[in-house]
């Protein structure tokens, strides 16, 4: 046999080596990442829902989903273990990055609006609506349409609707 024959079997077999050694690899990241749990780290399971660790037996896992409330689940059922900021971020609403960054006035000049000013924007608006008014308005429809359309009935000698049938 020639290598051109043998070629294509040498292409798949490669191929299906290399998907397998993928898929093998995510097991072990997978099975790392179960094996490094502690009881107290928050947890989300492949249904998506999130949880905190409360004890870890060989093929199980105990569960505290809500305060008082315990759930035992497989190992392979955790999806992630997450770093304690991320769980409070989620579970919590805890974000201590928004709190820094909030932006305050120096006075309250700002977040008020006076009756002069109010009084000034109700000229103004009165003011534009009469000029507006006063402008002539734009002829929207089509001339030459309008007179297509009556010259189109009066081409064949029929009007709208007319037709040969007796």
């Known amino acids: 046999m020639s290598i051109v024959t043998l070629l294509p079997f040498i292409v798949l077999i490669g191929a299906m080596f290399l998907m397998t050694r993928s898929a093998k690899k995510k097991q072990q990241a997978a099975a790392q990442m179960r094996n490094e749990m502690q009881p107290g780290t928050g947890v989300r399971t492949i249904g998506g829902m999130y949880a905190t660790v409360k004890e870890i037996g060989d093929e199980t896992v105990l569960l505290e989903v809500a305060p ?11 999806g992630a273990v997450l770093e304690d900021s991320e769980y409070n971020r989620i579970v919590h609403g805890d974000d201590p990055e928004s709190d820094t960054d909030a932006v305050v006035p120096d006075d309250a000049s700002s977040l008020t609006e006076t009756a002069e000013a109010s009084e000034k924007d109700a000229v103004k608006d009165a003011e534009t609506a009469e000029s507006e008014d006063a402008a002539p308005k734009a002829d929207l429809t089509k001339k030459a349409d309008a007179a297509e359309a009556g010259t189109e009935g009066q081409k064949d000698g029929k009007a709208d609707g007319e037709t040969d049938a007796k």
């Open 68 to 78: 008082g409330v315990h759930a035992v689940y497989a190992k392979n059922s955790i």
